[in-house]
């Protein structure tokens, strides 16, 4: 039996992967105030929580909360290796896209996050293709896809070209609905059959949905990435009701 608390131990683990409380949040979708309420005994760690953690970074769940069993379900989570980790920058909406709709990265002024390589192998593999480099976290604002997406959520985009141009119903997307709009949504997606209109929907149902006229313009100019997490893989919920 592990002497330390849960609380202890979550601390360790943190320290142990090299991230801040903010970044570890970031991965199993809470607040840096949640990480901290946990790490000073002010809350219990959360079951689920517990789960993301283990299947993000293979922490031994019955060990975090109960100190049994090792620490890690793979010895190789006991060390972070060098080049483990790479940077990707935040995102807010539309601001850093170019005419074209491709994302830039805002610079070494912008927030950044730590991404374990291999989690991002993952999301690549799960989200359809792509590179690192197509991976940027965005700051969600609203109450529009409320309960999918709370308010000031940060969410991992992939912005690969191939999965712009071939949108997926009901997958979640970052959108614009002009080449000239100033200003990103995430909204759920529809394509329609021809492939000449796209219909925005909110998973909050006080907010009506939205239709694009394609009107020419290539996809990959509207469709700026697809949302792969949000502390949960987004690549396999439900679709909203048909009355959308």
């Given at each position: 039996?592990?002497?330390?608390?849960?609380?202890?131990?979550?601390?360790?683990?943190?320290?142990?992967?090299?991230?801040?409380?903010?970044?570890?949040?970031?991965?199993?979708?809470?607040?840096?105030?949640?990480?901290?309420?946990?790490?000073?005994?002010?809350?219990?760690?959360?079951?689920?929580?517990?789960?993301?953690?283990?299947?993000?970074?293979?922490?031994?769940?019955?060990?975090?909360?109960?100190?049994?069993?090792?620490?890690?379900?793979?010895?190789?989570?006991?060390?972070?290796?060098?080049?483990?980790?790479?940077?990707?920058?935040?995102?807010?909406?539309?601001?850093?896209?170019?005419?074209?709709?491709?994302?830039?990265?805002?610079?070494?002024?912008?927030?950044?996050?730590?991404?374990?390589?291999?989690?991002?192998?993952?999301?690549?593999?799960?989200?359809?293709?792509?590179?690192?480099?197509?991976?940027?976290?965005?700051?969600?604002?609203?109450?529009?896809?409320?309960?999918?997406?709370?308010?000031?959520?940060?969410?991992?985009?992939?912005?690969?070209?191939?999965?712009?141009?071939?949108?997926?119903?009901?997958?979640?997307?970052?959108?614009?609905?002009?080449?000239?709009?100033?200003?990103?949504?995430?909204?759920?997606?529809?394509?329609d059959r021809d492939r000449q209109q796209l219909v925005l929907?909110?998973?909050?149902?006080?907010?009506?949905?939205?239709?694009?006229?394609?009107?020419?313009?290539?996809?990959?100019?509207?469709?700026?990435?697809?949302?792969?997490?949000?502390?949960?893989?987004?690549?396999?919920?439900?679709?909203?009701?048909?009355?959308?």
């Amino acid at each position: 039996m592990d002497p330390l608390t849960p609380h202890e131990r979550l601390r360790t683990v943190r320290q142990s992967l090299k991230l801040q409380q903010e970044e570890l949040g970031v991965f199993i979708g809470v607040s840096k105030a949640a990480i901290s309420r946990w790490e000073t005994g002010a809350a219990e760690i959360t079951l689920l929580a517990a789960l993301a953690l283990e299947y993000v970074f293979h922490v031994n769940r019955a060990w975090l909360l109960g100190g049994t069993e090792p620490m890690w379900l793979e010895k190789s989570h006991g060390e972070t290796a060098e080049g483990e980790f790479l940077d990707r920058p935040l995102i807010v909406g539309a601001a850093s896209c170019g005419p074209g709709g491709e994302i830039q990265d805002p610079g070494p002024g912008a927030s950044r996050y730590a991404l374990r390589r291999d989690f991002a192998s993952r999301i690549l593999n799960r989200c359809g293709g792509g590179t690192e480099t197509d991976l940027f976290f965005l700051l969600c604002r609203g109450e529009s896809m409320r309960p999918t997406i709370q308010d000031k959520e940060i969410v991992l985009v992939n912005t690969a070209m191939g999965i712009r141009m071939e949108p997926r119903n009901n997958g979640i997307y970052l959108v614009r609905r002009s080449v000239n709009d100033d200003e990103a949504r995430v909204k759920r997606l529809r394509l329609d059959r021809d492939r000449q209109q796209l219909v925005l929907a909110s998973d909050n149902r006080g907010y009506p949905p939205a239709m694009v006229d394609l009107d020419s313009v290539p996809l990959h100019q509207l469709i700026l990435g697809r949302v792969c997490w949000v502390g949960r893989y987004l690549l396999d919920t439900d679709p909203p009701a048909e009355d959308w």
